[in-house]
């Protein structure tokens, strides 16, 4: 029997939320900034500025995702 996924409670937040925000941040903010290498052949602090505030606005989006559900996944619904 598979496990059932672990999620937080309505407005709430667990700590896997938390670093699985941080991970997605991290990730898009890295991809961004690997992208711009490619194709400007160095980033720039403007370049690295804009990927930080990629990583950022993914982790918010991120985490308000995951404020927003319940355990069940559902959105805006108090279980």
């Known amino acids: ?3 059932s996924k672990l999620r937080s409670k309505f407005l709430g937040l667990n700590v896997s939320d938390a670093v699985k925000g941080i ?9 961004l ?3 711009n290498i490619i194709v400007s052949g160095w980033p720039t602090s403007s370049e690295l500025l804009d990927a930080a505030r990629v990583g ?3 982790a918010a989006g991120y985490i308000l995702k995951n404020l927003l559900t319940n355990s069940d996944g559902e959105f805006k619904t108090e279980k």
């Open 1 to 3: 029997m598979p496990k």
């Open 23 to 31: 991970i997605t941040a991290f990730l898009s903010a890295a991809l």
């Open 33 to 35: 900034t690997i992208y």
């Open 56 to 58: 950022l606005a993914a």
